[in-house]
């Protein structure tokens, strides 16, 4: 039960850091290239829904 409810947190945790880490590349103060590897996928798919899926280029 704690496992579940700790994958659920932590899910949560990992959609909110795609939002801020895109949040960043748009406004030019990181690159997609310092995204972290465990939320690249998400981060890009974040970019893609606003848009700016050209900012997905390693």
Do not use: S
Request: a positive charge; aromatic letters at 6%.
């Amino acid at each position: 039960m704690l496992w579940l409810i700790l994958k659920i947190l932590f899910r949560k945790d990992v959609a909110n850091m795609a939002v801020v880490y895109a949040t960043l590349i748009i406004k030019g103060k990181k690159t997609f290239a310092e995204v972290p590897a465990r939320i690249k996928e998400q981060v890009k798919q974040v970019l893609i829904d606003l848009d700016c899926g050209d900012l997905a280029d390693e």
